[in-house]
């Protein structure tokens, strides 16, 4: 498996699309449910497959209607790594929050104390 250079925010989106459920997700659904644009959520598909993250096929549902979909599914090894790279962003997160609400708490710094006259 290749390891990712980098995972930023519309990765972990992804991933956590494909994490959340059993069954494979196709490219339109994943850019639905993450809210992301198609010339972000395909490449990113793409470089997942490309790690060995993520296989995917196309769906041969004969009965429906509309072009054939491209289906998503994690690997094992895929999903161990989602589940790591999802809970580093959600710790990430809570710091950052944990962080504003300290500044916001804080009393008011002055820096420059007005002279006394």
């Given at each position: 498996m290749e390891p990712l250079q980098r995972?930023?925010?519309?990765?972990?989106?992804?991933?956590?699309?494909?994490?959340?459920?059993t069954r494979p997700r196709w490219g339109l659904e994943v850019i639905k449910l993450t809210g992301r644009p198609s010339g972000s959520v395909y490449p990113l598909l793409d470089r997942l497959e490309?790690?060995?993250w993520v296989t995917?096929?196309?769906?041969?549902?004969?009965?429906?209607?509309?072009?054939r979909r491209r289906m998503y599914?994690?690997?094992?090894?895929?999903?161990?790594?989602?589940?790591?790279?999802?809970?580093?962003?959600?710790?990430?997160?809570q710091s950052r929050a944990a962080k504003s609400r300290a500044r916001m708490a804080a009393p008011a710094h002055n820096p420059r104390p007005e002279a006394t006259r």
């Open positions: 995972i930023g925010k519309a990765t972990v989106d992804v991933l956590e699309v494909l994490l959340d459920g490309r790690a060995g995917s096929h196309w769906d041969d549902d004969a009965e429906r209607r509309g072009p599914v994690l690997t094992p090894d895929g999903a161990r790594e989602a589940v790591k790279a999802c809970a580093r962003k959600s710790a990430a997160e």
